[in-house]
Every structure is written in structure tokens, then in C-alpha cells.
């Protein structure tokens, strides 16, 4: 497909706002963006200081006057030149995203988010205004929804394969904070403090993951009701949630279920999605991304491969190295970046259809999440009792 | 360990009520009581046609007297016998149990039981009342309750390996009646309808299973509430249930989740358990159950195989072939079945002792899984809200 | 399939030379012969100690006066009485077999010998030529030619489901023999003592297993040469081998290659055969015996399970559960037996196209591992060079 | 570790002659070498039509000025330039790495080769000679080499954890050519045709990969002699091998085997190393590259997953993404990359020692891949015999 081709017709003038050195998820982005030369980094806000952002901004060939202190400076300052930038991405604590992106929006930049947007429904509305008055593309990062054999699930229900859906379970469990690790590591202690995190730990951090992929694959789902319990089995985390199910109904009758947690001991990241129908399932797990479980009823088992010439065309479009040599993390994310590229482009010049159809977690998709946090937040709190998706 | 020797003193005299000509489970039976010498097959009332009871009867020796029209007369005519039966299985459809199982302990008879005993806890408890007043054994047939690897996760959870214990996942959850297959197979109707399959049916005679290997894993934990949400995905069953999700808070705070179906298509028995601890969880699955995964958070997961000398001396008792080769669910109820004659012997001599430490699924077993789908049911009929265990 | 109908018109009268007390292996013959009711088992020379050989068999309920001191006995004295043996099983050391196969059969007994039948081709031949002259039946026990997905193979290939055959891949290679465990096990000791075990340890123990796994699934195939490398990790082995690799050349170009081992660190039994034809391959492993792989180039890989009726007729004969449920080696090892029950029904009534088509590991087979271990030693003997294979 | 800091001092100025548009390798190349900063594309012969070659230098940003018709004008007009290009990767047919090898060399550059370097040891030595002389850096692209479980193996072996390396067992064996697809595929044509090829397909094309792999873990062993049996089971493939089975001895004592096949149907890649000690066993896999089992005899086999704290710090050092996530083939090209510039960069500055422990495939690689071929294909050619190592 992309193949260091480049399709957007000029790379777009972009900036970052966090993800300074030691950050681990700013690597992710800068890798993704900067892959397809869809995207130039030319400016950013890169570390609360300043000094130390400079330098790391140096480090990447972006200009020290476009090193800038704080996000306000950057937006303002951009805005001054000609050539200033067009897009900016935001890998800030949880707590600061609303304000960043809302002061982009307001710049008139196209924006990519770590998700949550933001902490509450009426927050994410907001957004959702803006972004629409200006026209302009609000990203979401669910990693793994550039992933290749997501989309070839998302075609397959589609295209009837599954028969029809009853089942969605989804999973994001792993078992890294068994233990009360963040008492001896900063980067992971604001996850736990709502002040920074917000109303929920792995609701918000790990299951809106595997939640958008199943949204991803069932456009059409509706939730009707939902039920949440959720535990502190780490008690200082208390009231932040460490493991978390969730049982949804949805319109016409399929019924979902989400377990997340981060103290499934010993296990890696867990996280799976399968989409079960009245004729077969389909079953992916992010650990071993290259193949997907197609298992009709009174059939063999059919394990598919990233990459095979079997796969829905609109699947193999994602593919960059071909069938037998394994792709992860990082292919999925520079096809969702990709994705972004084109749509920024494609909504510049106007075309809301071409946005449409590159299926890509937008700002709605971004809104939906806190929403659906909130929704568990709430029936989580009222004792995991049902309530009705608002 | 048993390889052929005979430990029991002298073979049961030993009958079975259905299980006739053509019954998968009836072979299981037999395969598993005749294994070890530990019970010996002289009477039966074999099929509800008597004639063809008798034809089978004779097939597997037995005496063409001792072949019985049915289980009155059975029990009635084995009394006068000075060589008559001391224990009789029950292998019929589920709304018969309760009637024959009281009969056979009026009789004085040990039992072995297929699940569920009967279809009330009412009945369940004048089964229990009766077996103790009389002094008998009640073995319920929860078949992989007799497989070594499940006993060397209880010792490992008895020992502490897994830490704190948070969360028990159980599963069972097949693709066999994805479609309205009793339509045109009787040996499937019953299960879908509540005169002979009671009040539930994956609930039933599906979840008990792993429900019994996690009571067995985990024999202090007592649930405080449970939420179950059932549905009938092929209509024409309901009120009877395909597919279920059941919550559990257990005294103390851990948390139980499970999740049945015969309708999770494309899939084999998915019968699964995972104890999650502090420390550690270990995971059994029922397809490849000659493997026990360890996961020790921080540390690589472990694969633990059947017959190797790591294991604990407990779990090793029931090795019958040596790691390496594959032991099935043959194996696990035959480990089963010697225990129950183990059982039926110390009881015989009045010794409770042993009968408990032999640590099989008897009556309370039997009690406990009925008590637990009559809650599920409550909770699901209200809507699938919290109920209170009773 | 079986499931306890007596097909047999009735249980053959049977005795075991060999395979008492402690014996794994005549546990496995015992639990595979009487499990049908296809055999009786009714007289033994259990023990090299006639005194544990008589109070094993009493345990076993075979009266006393038919526990014999040794096989000439046995043999002798049941030729004497009207209800004597019919058949016997020989589960002793190896170097025993050729001498007790011969008594055997010259008291007109059906035999069924562990593998290897004897050390030499001259001596095999002699067995084949006294078993034809008496038109007796010869079985030897490669257990997992009785599993179900091995016939599976069998057929798909008989098909041309995999197109034309190119490759054959074998292994048995375990590391429980990593370090000289010899020294402090007599059980295992003899395996490396060629007065005991033969001109060959795992060449004859181990590989023989998948070599005829191979044979059964592909009757045809001839091989013109072969090549073999021997090695003795632990030197106090010599001239015995813990290590082999053979590459075979077959008549029509196909290509076979085996590995066998002792001293695969770390590995359980690794026991695998790999079928690679022009359009697909099939690859079946015991330790996972219940799955079989099929993968046609170009299309998803597919998991067969045992039990299903995709599966080819041949194949679903020999269920005994039903899919879903694990079945492992005593299955096979029923199977196999069960089908020479009725190999030797079909012998004494003269039906020779009926023993054909049992598909059975019988004198020819038994021929065929002595010779092909033979010549893999002479290859090996001679440097690792091709030999042509005689 | 890396995460898009600059390492080295600067971005060396880098061509590539070969991998333009639609070379899926090319796109790896340039993946892996952008990624990190070290390397900068600054120029190219990007494809045997030089205006195509210049569009698509154009596409990736590269001077149009500095987009050359052919190998000898970039390395000429470069090499005139005051910011003239510092290193050059070559991704053209196989009959034609010697002759741009050689000439970059000539002109003073470090090179990145894609295997095989050329067609004869004779020639390899002569590189290796010039590269010396030179003081340039030849590295060979064994992609997977860069990743992290290759090198937890290497220090786990290093450091004893396997006991005495008794067995290499090494495969590269796909099915994507099962059938004769060079016939409508130019891309795969000149693989098997021995004018652009060399004298082998799938044993240098294939079987080089894990081969290397094998002599990164184990960077003291030698080959005494070694025998290769190879085929064409599609015909017209001949004299070109579409599989091979190779036997090593190693010197001490070792054994090594090999299998590498284009027409293992229904197959991915299927490249696999296994190395067995006295004590225990690791063995990877590329298609699930983010595990690596570790098999000591006697304990559970355990999964050791990449970026966990548990690995050796030397293997830690290549990770990207931290565990759970997983990585892919591009980032062990992208470690290899980074790594290749380091070596530049140090050798520049005359510090072979840095080079050396920096544990890359160099031109020492680059000749003993193509001795090892060579060897293979005597070997096969004199009827499949051993041969003295040579």
C-alpha cells in the first residue's frame, strides 16, 4: 500500500504538545507520524520545561524558536507564520487534554488526542461543537484500530460472514500494577489520582481500547442499558478502579461484555475482542496481532494472516510488509496516522464524504468514550446496578 | 498410582439407571467405574424399553435377572439378593433424578449422580438430609473434578502460590446449538425444555461444571451476591437460556465471573478457569488439559504439564500414564469414579475422616450447584439485578 | 462408535507375558484390551518373580492357578485346557520379545508384542513366516496409530486432499534422558544396554513410533535410501544413541526426514508427523492430540478437532466422547486394541480381506521398524552415509 | 532505549541504489534506516529507469539533482560533493551486489548490503579485503538479527543458562511457491533463475536468515563438515533448489540441521531456531517474534516475552515499545539500522573495539554466508555426500 509512497500531497506542518524525552507514547506518535512523510514536525511544546523541551525538540531537527515553552505560546506563535503549523498532537496527562485541545481547536489546527478528550460528556460536547464550527479533524489514538485484521473483522461482520451479531466481549487485562507500584513510580502514579486521571483508572485508560475496536467493527451497535462493578483490589486506589466488568445490552437484543483490569497477575496486556454470531466468530488478540481466529459453527477453526491475498481488499490496503513477517504496535498506529494525514487533507479542501469513509476514530469516537466511562463511572457507583446508556 | 492395582478391598456391586444402548454418558460411566476394578457391573435398568435395556444389559455381561424394566423393581429385587447391588449410577434425564436418587438412598444405596441431583434446593436438601441419616455416599459427576492438573491448582492455592486470591473467571461456553438443532435431534429437546431440563438450561448443565472445579480449587469461598443475565438467543427456547453471564461478590472481597453458552460459535467446549491472585493466577483449560498455565507477575508464565514430578504429591496421586503422553476426560472421571469407591468404602466402615479428605464432589456438591442456578435464575427473572445468595 | 456394544462376537480369552506390578506399560495394554469387552483377561506370567507375578494377577482377578512362573508354562498349560488363551500380550524387556513372539505362535496364539519385535530383520522375517503359516495375527503396539485424526490424515491423504506427496517430516524427541538418569533408574537403564535393548536406544524406542504413524498414513511410499546420524550426548550411552537425524529418499522423489531424541532439553515428547504435499499439508502432535492442522497454501490454516463430522467417515468410527471433550493416548490405545480383537475374530474365520481392511500396525509393520532400524544403524555405523535401503 | 533521541553525533548522509517504487524492500530499508534519525536520504539510483528512479526520489524528498540513473554516476558526482554521502544501502537483484559493492568500497563509503553479497567466496573475500583496507563498515541485512530475543538468547547461552550446546536446530521453510508463481510473477523470477540468482534459491535466499541467527547466538561454533541434500519439487526450478536439508558437525562436538523449503504448503514463514543444551533448550519463532521459549529439563516450560524486566540488560537495550505491546519486523531492522550507524560512526573515529562489541552482521557475515552456500551446494551437487567445511 503506503510503501514510503507519498498520497497526501504535501506532508503537513506539525507539532507536538508533550511527549518530551523518556516518553514512551510520544515515541509511538512521532514514529507514526513521521513514517509515510505524511506528516513534518516543525514545532512543539515538548516538556513542562522548557529548557529540557529545547533540547529534546533539538534533538529532532525541529527549530529551537519553534521549541516552545508551553502549548499557549505555541499555538499564538504558529499562528504568526506563514509556514506555521497545521496539526498538532497531544500526549499531555489525561487531565490536561480538554483544555489543549479546545485551545487548538480554537487555533484552527487539526488536532490528534490521547484519549480520554477529556472527563466528562459535557466536556467532549464541547469539543465536538468546536471541532465541528471549524471543520476541523479531531484524532483519537486507539492504536490497534489501525490495525490490519481489525479492519478485516469490520468487513467481514459487514459483509454478513459472522451471521447475525449477538456477543461482543472485549478485554484489556493485564497485570503490570499487581502491586501498588506507583508509590515508587511517578509516571504511573497519576493514572491513580483522579485529579489527574479523572473518574476512573482502567475504564478510561484500558478498556476504551478495546471498546473502540468493537466499535470500529460494529458501526451500528447501540447500547441500551449497561451494568458496571468495579474493585480497588490495590485499596489506596480507592475510589480509581484497578479491575472492572462491564455487561451491556445493546439495541436488538446482542449483549456485550468488557473485563479490564490491571491486576490480572501475570498476564501480558489481554487484550482481545470477540465478536460472536448466529453463524461464526471472529477472535483477535493484540500479542499475536498477525492472526485472526475465524471459527464458523461445525467447521475447522481458520486462523487468518495479516498480509494474505484472502483477506477483504479493504484490509490489505494497511499491509506494509507483506504476509509471513510479523507487524505490531507500530504498523497500526502509522496506518491510523496515515489515516489522519487524509483526512485533515480531504477536510481542508471540503470533502466530509472522503473524510466518512476512512473510518477513523474521530472526534466522535472521542465523545463516545467518555461518555460510555461515564456511564459505568455512574453504575459502578450507584452500587453496579443497571442504567440506562445516557 | 492406581495402574490396575486394586485398592479397594472388593469391587462395588454396582447397577446403573439409564445410560442404555447409544448413551455417550452411560460409556462414560463405565469406562470410568470399571477402569480400576474398583466397581463391578452385575444389575441395571438400563433404557426406559425393556427389552432393549436387557438386549444391552446382556452386551456388557450382565446377568439377564439383573436386567431390570426399571429402577423400582431394580432396587426392589437387588434388596432380597444376599450378592445384590451397594451403589447404583444415575444417568437418566435431569427430571428423574431427584425421584430415583431418594429411592436408591431409601434403598440404602451409595449413589453416583449425574448433575444436576434435582431441581430445587428444597428437594437437594431432603436428598442431603436422607444421604446423612443413612450414612450414604452421593457422588455427583462433575467428571473433570477428577483431573490431576485441578488438583494441583488447589494444592497451589491451598499453598499460597498465587498469593491473596482477587477474582475467579470460570467458563464453559460451546457453539453447538448456535442454530435450532433440537429441532431434529431428541437427544437435545429435552435440554431446551423445563419439564425435563428444570429451570435452566447452559446454567444447568453447563456452568456447574466449572463452577465445581473452582468450589473445588477454592473450597472457603462463599458468595455474598450474585447478578446473572441470561438470554435465549434461538427464541424457541426461551424461557430456557443459551447463554449467560453471572457476577459474584464473595465474602471477603474477590470477586467471580462466569460466563456460559451454546451458542458461542465456532468454538469446542471453551471450558475454562482462572484463579487470579495478588502474587500469581493459574489458568486451566479443558481442550488442552494436560497443561496448566502459572503466571507469576514479573516472571515468564509457566507451562506446567501433567505426570511431571514438580507437581504437587497431591496432584501426582492421580497420574495414570507419565507426562508426555496426553491423559483426556476418560482419565479424570475414572480418578473420579476410584475416589467415590475410596469413598463408599470408608463410609461403609464409618469413617468420615477419610471420606473428606478424599476431597470429591458429593452431596453438599450437589446441593451447592442446585442453590447456585435457583440464585442465577432469581437474579435473571428480576431482570438481571443483584440478589442476595441463599 | 463403541461405546461398550460388544462387537466382538465374544471377548477374546487373553494373557500378558510381562507387565506387572509397577509396569506402565502393561497398565496401558490392560486398560486398552479390556476397556470393549473385545478381550478376557484370564491367565499371565506377569513377573520374572513368580510369587508377585501370581498375587498381581489375583489382584487382577485372574485365578491363581492360571498366574504362571513364566511364559513356556503359560504357554504350555493353557494349550491344555479347553478354555485356554486365544491371544497374548508381550510387554517385556525387548530382548525377550523375539523368543516369546515364536512360543506364541507356535502354540497358535494371536500375539500382540510391544515394538521392537526383535533385533534383526533375519529374526523378524522368521516371526512373519511362522505368524502366515499359522495364519496367526500379529499386532504390535504403536498406540497412536488407534487415534482418530491419524486415520483422519490417512484418508484426507488417500483423497489427495494435500495433492501430491513431496515431504515427510517425523520426530519423537523428548530431554527426559538429558542426563545419564540411567544410573539411579533400572527402568531405564537396560534401554542403553545393547544385551537389552537391541543395536539401537531411541532409533528403536522412540522414532519407530512416528516412522509408523507415517507408514499408516501414507501405504504406499517405499524408501530407496537412507541416510543416518547417530550421536551419544552422554557418552556413557555408546554405542547406543541419545540423538539421531535420517533423511530418506523415497521411490518417485518424495523426501522424509526424522529426528528422535532423549536429550531435547526442556521438550515433553515432541512426537509430530508433518505431511507436506503440492496443495497442503497436515501436521498432528501428541501432546495436543485432539487437533489436527491443516493448511492449504493460499487459504487460512484450519484446526481440525477430533469428533466432528467434517471429519472422514474412517476417522469418526473410532470416536469414543464426541467432540469437544479431550481424548488422549489410552483412546488410541483402545482403538488399536479393539481393532485387533477383531482382526483376530476375522484371522480364525479365514476373512483375510477383512484383516486388510483393518488397517492395523501388524507383522509387516513389526518387519518394517526392525528393518528400518537396521538400516539406519548400518548407516550410521558406516559414517552417516546413504545407504540403499534393503 | 532509543525513542527517536539522537544517539549519534549526526545523521550519516545516505543513498540507496535499488528498492524504488513498489520494492517492499526498499521500503524496509528506508523504515528502518529514518527511523532514528541516524541516517538521512540525500540521494539514489532508486531504479534501473532512471526518470521513474528520480519521481520516486522526488516522492521521498530527495534532491532531484541528487537522483541519479545508476550506481557509478551517484557514487562519482557524490563523491564530488563537499556534503557528498557518507553511506549507501543496496537493494538490487542478487547478481549484482558484488559489482556495486565493490565500487562503493572503492569510493570510500560504508555500505548496507542485502544477502547474499555476492556469488562466491572467492568475491566475498575480495570485499571483505577492500572493506578492511578501507576501514569501511559492510553490513549484511539479517533482519531479525536486531531483535531483542535474539540477543536474550545469545547472553542466556553466553552465560551458561543451557548447560553445553549440544544441537542447533535452524528453518526457514514457507509454502508461498508451491507451485511454479514465477511463471506469472517477473518479482520472483529471477530467484530461480541461476544467471541473477547464483547457485541456489532457497538455501541462500532463505536459509541464510536463520543460519545467521544460529551464529549470532553462538558466535564460537565452527563447522567441520556438513552434507545438503536438495530438491526441485517444482521441476522446472532445477538446478535451483526449492528445498534442502542440511547436516552440521560442529567442531566439539555439536550438531546442527537445517531445513529451509519455498514449498512447505499452507505454511507462513516458518523460521524457527532452536538451541539445545545439556540443561535446557530456547527456541523463537518469527511469526510470534515477541516470545521466546526457554525449556530447562525438568521445569515448566516458560514464555519469556520481550521488554520485560527479566531479560538481560543487553537484550532491554533494543527495546521500543515495552512489553505487552507488540514488535514487529521493523523494529529488528530498525535496531540493525541503528546499530550499523553506530558502527559507522565508530569505525570513522577508528574505534574498532566499539564496532565489535556492537555485535552486528558485517562483511564477516556477508563472506561466511556465502562459504556456507557454497559449501551446501557442493555438498548437494556430489549426490547429497558429506564435505570437509571449507
Known amino acids: 500500500m503506503i510503501q514510503g509512497d507519498l498520497k497526501v500531497t504535501a506532508p503537513i506542518r506539525w507539532a507536538m504538545v508533550g511527549g518530551g524525552r523518556g516518553s514512551q507514547i510520544g515515541y509511538s506518535h512521532r514514529c507514526a507520524a ?171 485508560d484500558l478498556a476504551t481500547h478495546p471498546y473502540y475496536i468493537a466499535e470500529m467493527m460494529l458501526p451500528e451497535l447501540r447500547i441500551k442499558r449497561l451494568l458496571c462493578s468495579r474493585q480497588s483490589f490495590v485499596a489506596s486506589r480507592a475510589p480509581l478502579e484497578d479491575n472492572a466488568y462491564v455487561l451491556m445490552e445493546y439495541e436488538g437484543g446482542a449483549m456485550g461484555h468488557l473485563w479490564t483490569s490491571a491486576v490480572n497477575a501475570g498476564s501480558m496486556h489481554g487484550q482481545k475482542v470477540r465478536v460472536i454470531g448466529s453463524r461464526a466468530s471472529v477472535e483477535w488478540w493484540d500479542e499475536h496481532p498477525n492472526q485472526l481466529r475465524y471459527e464458523v459453527q461445525g467447521e475447522p477453526v481458520r486462523i487468518l494472516e495479516r498480509g494474505m491475498d484472502y483477506l477483504y481488499p479493504q484490509a490489505r490496503e494497511d499491509d506494509r510488509i507483506g504476509a509471513g513477517h510479523p507487524e505490531g504496535l507500530f504498523e497500526a498506529w502509522s496506518n491510523l496516522y496515515y489515516r489522519f494525514a487524509l483526512a485533515m487533507e480531504a477536510m481542508d479542501r471540503g470533502d466530509t464524504t472522503a473524510v466518512e469513509a476512512l473510518g477513523i476514530p474521530d472526534i466522535d469516537a472521542g465523545v463516545e468514550g467518555v461518555r460510555w466511562v461515564e456511564n459505568c463511572v455512574r453504575s459502578a457507583d450507584a452500587g453496579a446496578v443497571w442504567v440506562d446508556y445516557a
Chains 1, 2, 3, 4 share one sequence.
Not at 507564520?81 to 498538532?88: K, N
Not at 456477543?167 to 493485564?174: L, R
Not at 500494577?177 to 483522579?194: C, F, I, K, M, Y
Request: hydrophobic fraction near 40%.
Open 34 to 204: 513521521l513514517r509515510d512523510n505524511s506528516f513534518q514536525l516543525v514545532a512543539g511544546a515538548f516538556d513542562i520545561d522548557p529548557e529540557r523541551g529545547r533540547e529534546f525538540g533539538e534533538s529532532l531537527r525541529v527549530a529551537p524558536e519553534r521549541c516552545y515553552p508551553d502549548y499557549q505560546t505555541l499555538f499564538a506563535e504558529e499562528a504568526r507564520r506563514e509556514d506555521g503549523i497545521q496539526a498538532v498532537s497531544i500526549a499531555t496527562p489525561n487531565s490536561t487534554h480538554f483544555a489543549i485541545c479546545k485551545a487548538a481547536l480554537e487555533a484552527g489546527l487539526h488536532v490528534v488526542c490521547e484519549k480520554p478528550l477529556c472527563f466528562s460528556v459535557d466536556e467532549a460536547e464541547e469539543l465536538r461543537a468546536l471541532a465541528q464550527e471549524r471543520r476541523r479533524i479531531v484524532g483519537v489514538t486507539y492504536g490497534y484500530a489501525g490495525h490490519q485484521l481489525i479492519r478485516q473483522a469490520r468487513e467481514m461482520i459487514a459483509n454478513g460472514d459472522l451471521g447475525e451479531i449477538r456477543m461482543i466481549h472485549m478485554q484489556f487485562a493485564h497485570g503490570f500494577h499487581s502491586e501498588a507500584v506507583e508509590q515508587a513510580n511517578p509516571g504511573t502514579r497519576w493514572r491513580v489520582d483522579p485529579r489527574y486521571a479523572g473518574p476512573s483508572y482502567v475504564l478510561g
